[in-house]
């Protein structure tokens, strides 16, 4: 009975670990040498590798390199020409010596005595393109091998791409991004790319913790039950600080690693995705994400590090299905079951089209949302959006505590609306009117509840309820 245990605790903790995802944020660990040295043909020295055949050019692999070729870009390197990666070709960009890429479909994981260390960088100057047909991995070791409060980033080796040209992905094409992507470039996700960052959950509690809260042992595991308080509110997906341009048909993915039951655990998170993501673009829709790592997010001297994401034509507000393996079985899970968090170090901009709130969303302190004109935000009548005026975290584990940040809120610029039908609390702003605020006969918009861990692994009261109202007030 006791290993029986062992192996249902096991698989809570890996169910927690799928859900594990959001919209998108992230990761304050990020400082790197900014004195790369790069490597050409002047420098006498082979630059990649198909097999165990060398080139002085990165260029001249790719050019060469055939469907089910791996390209290793095996020092320092700063583009000279435009290249394509082709369909069926694998480029890594590894992290170590005789770096395997892939460990069971994974990034490598971490130890105990690994240090972090830039391996290699590749340098994509200005005016300078990498389309990627076939895939792209930038590798990192990430993971630390043990339970409880550890951010899952990088721990060991990773590569890096400094990019001040462009990275563009095509349709079937993959960007797999373990390390470090930075400078002042941009990647550019066409429809039918996928572009994958690292996603680090913060602040996280442990599994046990997490079990309690959202449900218990016998009603996560064995009845298939969960529910609010989701077990995490803060997160980071900002491992590529360069610009992000998501296209409607393309995916942004974070792909997340846990570690618990004396393993690692993972699971890829569909952030951005019009069939199966936490945003769902409009057709030709477009996301612009970007990352300012010294904005600063509340009180705390060190909260720093924002992102943005601009919304262009329009877009859904959804819920997401993870998937993840325990012991050969497969298990699809949703965030549909919870009151998703939106962390406060995330701000959005609303523009030109039509948005909808598809699934149940709060938003913590320090977030905004402004909402620009000709753009209409919709909560549906039986939707439930929090915007958190205050949070005073009840105390926890370590430092997990959710920091001190001001009160999050929605700005209505121009002739922009929101249409509540459905519950909706926090602070709007209106620019224009306060008539930019349209409440349905049915909507609900005072005492909206909101659960929130009551301490660490409460077993009589895992959770405790907020409660807050809506605030309609001109912007100063």
Not at 191 to 219: C, K, M, Q, Y
């Amino acid at each position: 009975m006791q290993n029986k245990h062992k192996l249902v605790c096991a698989m809570g903790i890996t169910l927690l670990a799928a859900f594990c995802f959001i919209a998108v944020g992230m990761l304050d660990d990020s400082s790197t040498s900014e004195n790369n040295v790069t490597l050409s043909a002047a420098d006498d020295a082979p630059v990649a590798k198909i097999g165990n055949v060398e080139y002085y050019y990165l260029e001249d692999a790719l050019e060469v390199a055939k469907s089910g070729d791996t390209v290793v870009l095996i020092n320092d390197y700063e583009m000279v020409d435009p290249v394509t990666v082709p369909a069926g070709v694998f480029l890594l960009i590894p992290c170590m010596d005789n770096d395997p890429g892939y460990v069971s479909g994974h990034n490598p994981d971490g130890t105990t005595a690994s240090v972090k260390s830039q391996y290699v960088a590749l340098t994509i100057p200005q005016d300078i393109t990498l389309t990627v047909k076939g895939s792209v991995l930038v590798n990192a070791v990430t993971g630390y091998p043990a339970g409880g409060d550890y951010d899952q980033d990088i721990r060991g080796g990773y590569a890096q791409i400094n990019l001040a040209g462009n990275i563009v992905v095509e349709n079937g094409g993959l960007l797999d991004n373990c390390g470090y992507i930075k400078g002042a470039g941009q990647v550019t996700a066409k429809s039918g790319a996928e572009v994958r960052d690292l996603f680090v959950i913060e602040s996280w509690r442990g599994g046990t913790h997490a079990l309690n809260l959202i449900g218990g042992l016998f009603d996560v595991i064995l009845a298939d039950e969960y529910h609010d308080p989701f077990p995490l509110n803060e997160y980071n997906c900002h491992n590529i600080e360069s610009t992000v341009k998501i296209e409607s048909g393309s995916s942004f993915i974070g792909n997340v690693k846990m570690y618990g039951a004396s393993s690692f655990n993972y699971t890829l998170f569909p952030l951005i995705d019009n069939t199966n993501g936490l945003i769902r673009l409009a057709p030709n829709a477009y996301i612009i994400k970007t990352y300012n790592e010294n904005a600063s997010n509340g009180a705390a001297a060190n909260d720093t590090g924002r992102t943005t994401i601009q919304i262009y034509g329009g877009a859904t507000a959804d819920d997401s299905t993870l998937n993840f393996t325990f012991s050969s079985v497969s298990k699809d899970l949703s965030t549909s079951r919870f009151t998703f968090p939106v962390d406060g170090d995330i701000e959005f901009e609303l523009h030109s089209g039509n948005y909808t709130f598809n699934d149940n969303f709060k938003f913590l302190t320090g977030s905004v949302m402004t909402v620009y004109a000709d753009a209409t935000l919709t909560v549906p009548s039986d939707k439930k959006v929090v915007f958190y005026d205050e949070f005073n975290d009840i105390n926890n584990v370590s430092n997990t505590k959710y920091p001190q940040r001001d009160a999050a809120y929605i700005l209505l610029k121009g002739n922009s609306t929101l249409n509540i039908q459905g519950s909706f609390a926090g602070i709007v702003k209106c620019e224009t009117s306060l008539d930019q605020v349209i409440v349905g006969a049915n909507a609900v918009t005072t005492n909206i509840e909101s659960k929130e861990a009551n301490g660490y692994n409460n077993k009589t009261a895992p959770s405790v309820s907020l409660y807050f109202d809506l605030q309609v007030q001109l912007a100063a």
